[in-house]
């Protein structure tokens, strides 16, 4: 059985008109779910809201005040914006800015509580992995993919996988467990991409960083998949999976040049699902309206073993149709991205010559530093 976590929350403006999140698609996402017959009252549980004493857990307690306290003023003094680098174009101060985050990580808990149940749990709000103890970073205020884990070690598991396959490295959620043996952590993303961490030095025990050249398409990702990060999920032998499954490495975000196709992220989420008993997966980055949204709706119907349909139904194209972003020239808007889910595969499933050959020695380079040959 899958479970859903979701919330109205997410439908209130956030972020301002001009941020890459400023549009709505957690609540495209949910309704087209719902359009689609794959979401009801019994697989669709609302995300509470973590208190404090949760969100201090991990983060430091005067930071997560003062974003209480910033969100209820409307304002952030100077030194405040500063130390927690909140309040500004990155991480901006919206109305609802607290329990927007708050919401986001009581997800996340709830989700790994319905994984030790047995159930896939899918929380695409979730996947803030760039939040700090201390500070909010890349968009993200509070880091819910620490708690999902924190629940999951609650439990009593002693093995936790974080699988990140973001555009973006997961450098809030691999600082956060560097010294936890119990959790390991895998994140594939962008090389030469904000933050700039997760290099192909940046290894060690518990935690493998694979950084992809650009234009990386479906065929590579599979052979880092199945040369690489199957071999380590096999040796690691996890009693838990968190994956974030973000959208930007998809073909035409504006703000990665990953190439993959949506069949890719869907392709790896599943071979995770048959590899663990315990199975959370957060959404993460993704600032293609069209081509998150889509991912993400088909990702679901795939976890609850829905077949996919070849077209979308008219009151579904519709959602689609109202989506508009800043990022994107309209006359690169692909006429499919309005009518289907399912993306053609981004590179016709050939190595292409230059980013294969890098590929195939970068991760001879890390199976040998993991014993993974």
């Known amino acids: 059985m899958a479970v859903f976590i979701g919330s109205n929350i997410y439908r209130q403006a956030s972020f301002g008109r001009n941020h890459p999140l400023s549009y709505g698609r957690q609540g495209a996402v949910l309704d087209m779910c719902r359009i689609l017959g794959w979401l009801d009252d019994d697989n669709f549980i609302t995300s509470p809201c973590a208190n404090i004493a949760t969100l201090s857990r991990y983060h430091d307690l005067d930071y997560v005040q003062a974003l209480q306290s910033a969100d209820m003023a409307a304002k952030v003094p100077v030194d405040v914006r500063k130390r927690y680098n909140f309040g500004t174009m990155e991480n901006p101060l919206f109305k609802g800015v607290f329990a927007r985050?708050?919401?986001?990580?009581?997800?996340?808990?709830?989700?790994?509580?319905?994984?030790?149940?047995?159930?896939?749990?899918?929380?695409?709000?979730?996947?803030?992995?760039?939040?700090?103890?201390?500070?909010?970073?890349?968009?993200?205020?509070?880091?819910?993919?620490?708690?999902?884990?924190?629940?999951?070690?609650?439990?009593?598991?002693?093995?936790?996988?974080?699988?990140?396959?973001?555009?973006?490295?997961?450098?809030?959620?691999?600082?956060?467990?560097?010294?936890?043996?119990?959790?390991?952590?895998?994140?594939?993303?962008?090389?030469?991409?904000?933050?700039?961490?997760?290099?192909?030095?940046?290894?060690?025990?518990?935690?493998?960083?694979?950084?992809?050249?650009?234009?990386?398409?479906?065929?590579?990702?599979?052979?880092?998949?199945?040369?690489?990060?199957?071999?380590?999920?096999?040796n690691f032998a996890p009693q838990a999976v968190v994956i974030t499954c973000g959208t930007d490495a998809l073909a035409s975000d504006p703000l990665s040049k990953m190439n993959l196709s949506n069949g890719a992220l869907w392709q790896a989420v599943m071979q995770m699902k048959i590899r663990t008993e315990h199975l959370v997966v957060l959404g993460g980055g993704g600032y293609n309206p069209w081509t998150t949204v889509r991912a993400w709706v088909g990702l679901w119907g795939l976890i609850t073993s829905n077949k996919l349909p070849e077209t979308l139904p008219v009151n579904a194209q519709a959602i689609l149709v109202k989506f508009d972003s800043d990022l994107i020239d309209e006359e690169d808007i692909n006429p499919d991205w309005l009518?289907?889910?399912?993306?053609?595969?981004?590179?016709?499933?050939?190595?292409?010559?230059?980013?294969?050959?890098?590929?195939?020695?970068?991760?001879?380079?890390?199976?040998?530093?993991?014993n993974l040959l």
């Open 339 to 370: 009518t289907t889910l399912a993306d053609g595969s981004a590179d016709e499933d050939i190595f292409v010559a230059e980013i294969g050959v890098a590929v195939k020695a970068r991760v001879k380079t890390l199976a040998a530093q993991h």
């Open 101 to 234: 985050a708050a919401t986001t990580v009581g997800g996340s808990v709830e989700a790994a509580k319905q994984a030790l149940l047995g159930k896939v749990a899918f929380h695409p709000s979730g996947g803030t992995h760039h939040g700090m103890k201390n500070r909010a970073h890349g968009f993200c205020y509070f880091n819910d993919p620490v708690f999902a884990i924190f629940t999951l070690l609650d439990a009593g598991l002693e093995r936790v996988l974080y699988l990140d396959i973001d555009a973006h490295h997961g450098d809030g959620v691999e600082r956060a467990f560097l010294n936890e043996p119990r959790v390991g952590t895998v994140s594939i993303h962008e090389e030469n991409r904000w933050p700039y961490t997760g290099t192909i030095q940046d290894q060690g025990p518990g935690r493998l960083n694979i950084p992809v050249p650009q234009g990386l398409g479906d065929s590579e990702f599979a052979y880092i998949f199945d040369q690489l990060i199957l071999p380590y999920c096999e």
